[in-house]
């Protein structure tokens, strides 16, 4: 797979790029600021690295101080296969996240600093004929990829955070800070009764699980039958319960998930570890009303092969995708049912059940799942209870833990189903080590700056003739003045290098000392220093009252 990695990068060089709504889909970055980011080395090699801190880039970005991402099981997995050809050597993963937003462009109209925010896995202009019909995974303004027009057809699909050059190498957001395109349309505001924990899910796995039930047409009565029960396909099913389905059934071989999905989503199960296809689709054909399920969904993806043949072919190059599991699907589904993939599918399968489609009269629907247009159901069944996302979160990690998490989600050992990952607590572990370190440092020019002064002005005190000190000292004061605003930018500026808006109160407390006496300069430090708690309450960060401008309801989606 290196070598067709590298081929496809060759041919991706040779094509060039296609122009874009922001005429590139790279962030400017800092040329001195970093920060922890989770990168892809190689196949199966995955790294927690130091990268360039990402700025506003167009008027319509933000960025985000990201408290919360995840690893997705599924697509993140396949990049970590090394299947997925085009992936750059450092692109930062992850499309997963949520957040504070840090800095603002001067066209973002819904955001402020401060306010928190979940972000789609999928990047929209939200201008295009296909943003218009809320169609956002095909947005035509986000991807600059020749070479996906080249192996699809036609315009490529939406960008999508850390997915490689076939989806506009976008840095993702298993990162400490994310720069988000076209803010008003990709991001949502979280409301305040919903934790991070929760909110964060809205970025794929949630919105995502709907839009398979969506795609499946999932009615009251229905019986349905998930393959797959990684976190797409646990929340399709409560979904599908939710519509009012009489039965789910789901198919899995890993004893966490198949314990997972009956014992907290209540749905029936079929363990497949030790049987062949052919068995599954006799095991499932008893339990199943006769002519089959009203929908099936396939959950899994492309590298699951389930038979011999497959398993050769995919070897051997003869295919890239497996289509097993779909002739599973399409056996099972009754006529004129309905199958929903929301598996992720990347190239071409032989052996594909096309005619299943046609004289069963099957309805077949595929594709991404344009978050944008779910947001404010999915956060308002949040709100109400009806959803609970932190039911599948197996695991809580650091930044530097993922690595390791990558290779337990996708060998699938010791009960990994879904990682929630706190972003915010390394950042604040981190904070009062840099912050003494920065305050000693401005102290430390602060004192000296107030020595200097306090001697200019003996010496000046010293001298014999008013009438000709007048101008001297004017001039020296002048010089002063100019030296302390410099001194005082130096210090702001490396208070917001921290992030936090207590050092900025004591970095000006500290400037201020500059214009008295010694005495006085360290009777202000002492009192500075005996009541830390007072300066630090005077930093914290203000929460605007006003609502924002939320989209249109004619936007969102209506069940």
Same mark, same amino acid.
């Given at each position: 797979?290196s070598l ?11 094509m ?16 001195s600021?970093?920060?922890?980011a ?8 995955v790294?927690?690295e ?17 408290t919360?991402c995840?690893v ?5 997995s ?5 299947e ?9 993963l992850?499309?997963?996240?949520c ?26 202009c ?11 995974t ?7 990829s020749?070479?996906f ?9 939406a ?10 190498n ?10 988000v ?9 979280i ?8 909110a964060?899910f809205?970025?794929d ?12 047409c999932?009615?009251?009565?229905d ?11 646990l929340y ?18 890993v ?8 014992a ?6 079929l363990d ?9 689709v006799?095991?499932?054909r ?39 599991i779909?002739?599973?699907c ?25 005619g ?10 595929s ?9 404010k ?7 109400k ?5 932190t039911?599948?979160v ?10 390791r ?5 996708f ?6 189903i879904?990682?929630?990952?706190d972003?915010a607590?390394?950042?604040? +572990? =981190?904070? #009062?080590?840099e912050?003494?370190? &920065? %305050?000693? /440092? *401005?102290?430390?020019k602060?004192?000296?700056m107030?020595q ?14 008013p009438?000709?000190?007048d ?5 020296e004061q002048t ?11 130096e210090v ?5 290098? +921290? =992030?936090? #808006?207590?050092?900025?109160?004591? &970095? %000006?407390? /500290? *400037? ?14 002492q009192?500075k220093?005996e ?6 309450h ?10 924002i401008?939320?989209q249109?309801?004619?936007?969102a989606?209506?069940p």
């Amino acid at each position: 797979m290196s070598l067709s990695n590298a081929a496809a990068k060759l041919a991706d060089d040779m094509m060039g790029k296609r122009e874009v709504a922001q005429h590139s889909t790279q962030p400017d970055v800092s040329g001195s600021r970093t920060m922890k980011a989770i990168v892809w080395k190689s196949a199966k090699q995955v790294a927690c690295e130091d990268k360039p801190l990402p700025r506003v880039t167009h008027p319509k970005d933000v960025v985000v101080k990201v408290t919360q991402c995840s690893v997705c099981s599924g697509s993140d997995s396949h990049l970590f296969s090394g299947e997925v050809v085009t992936m750059d050597e450092g692109l930062i993963l992850g499309h997963e996240a949520c957040g504070i937003v840090d800095q603002v462009g001067s066209e973002v109209s819904k955001f402020q600093q401060g306010d928190r925010v979940v972000i789609a896995f999928d990047i929209a202009c939200g201008e295009c004929a296909r943003c218009q019909k809320h169609e956002y995974t095909g947005c035509d303004r986000t991807n600059d990829s020749r070479l996906f027009e080249e192996m699809y057809g036609g315009p490529p699909a939406a960008a999508i955070f850390g997915y490689s050059r076939l989806m506009g190498n976008v840095p993702g957001s298993q990162a400490e800070y994310v720069r988000v395109p076209f803010a008003d349309v990709n991001c949502y505001k979280i409301p305040d009764d919903v934790p991070d924990e929760k909110a964060l899910f809205v970025s794929d796995v949630l919105a995502t699980a709907l839009h398979a039930v969506e795609m499946g047409c999932v009615r009251s009565g229905d019986t349905v039958a998930i393959w797959g029960l990684g976190p797409i396909g646990l929340y399709a099913a409560k979904w599908s319960q939710l519509k009012g389905a009489s039965r789910v059934i789901g198919i899995d071989l890993v004893p966490e998930r198949l314990h997972l999905a009956r014992a907290k989503f209540g749905i029936e199960v079929l363990d497949r570890s030790d049987l062949t296809s052919a068995q599954v689709v006799s095991k499932l054909r008893g339990l199943l009303p006769h002519g089959g399920v009203d929908v099936a969904i396939d959950a899994t993806g492309f590298r699951f092969a389930q038979t011999w043949t497959s398993t050769i072919e995919r070897a051997l190059g003869m295919e890239t995708d497996t289509p097993d599991i779909l002739v599973e699907c399409m056996r099972l589904v009754r006529k004129f049912g309905h199958v929903s993939i929301i598996a992720d599918y990347i190239g071409y399968a032989n052996n594909f059940p096309v005619g299943h489609i046609m004289m069963k009269h099957l309805t077949v629907r595929s594709g991404q799942c344009p978050v944008q247009k779910y947001f404010k159901y999915v956060m308002d069944a949040i709100q109400k209870g009806q959803i609970d996302p932190t039911w599948m979160v197996t695991h809580r990690l650091q930044l530097e833990d993922v690595p390791r998490a990558y290779e337990q989600l996708f060998y699938k050992k010791e009960g990994y189903i879904k990682v929630l990952i706190d972003v915010a607590d390394r950042q604040q +572990q =981190q904070q #009062p080590q840099e912050q003494q370190g &920065a %305050m000693h /440092a *401005m102290e430390e020019k602060a004192q000296q700056m107030a020595q200097e002064m306090h001697a200019k002005t003996t010496s000046t005190a010293q001298r014999d003739a008013p009438a000709e000190q007048d101008r001297p000292q004017t001039h020296e004061q002048t010089e002063s003045q100019q030296q302390q605003q410099e001194e005082q930018r130096e210090v702001q500026e490396q208070t917001e290098k +921290q =992030q936090e #808006p207590s050092l900025l109160t004591k &970095a %000006m407390q /500290a *400037m201020k000392m500059t214009s008295s006496s010694s005495s006085q300069q360290q009777e202000q430090q002492q009192q500075k220093t005996e009541h830390p708690q007072q300066q630090e309450h005077e930093g914290e960060r203000v929460r605007a009252d006003e609502p924002i401008q939320q989209q249109p309801r004619s936007a969102a989606y209506a069940p």
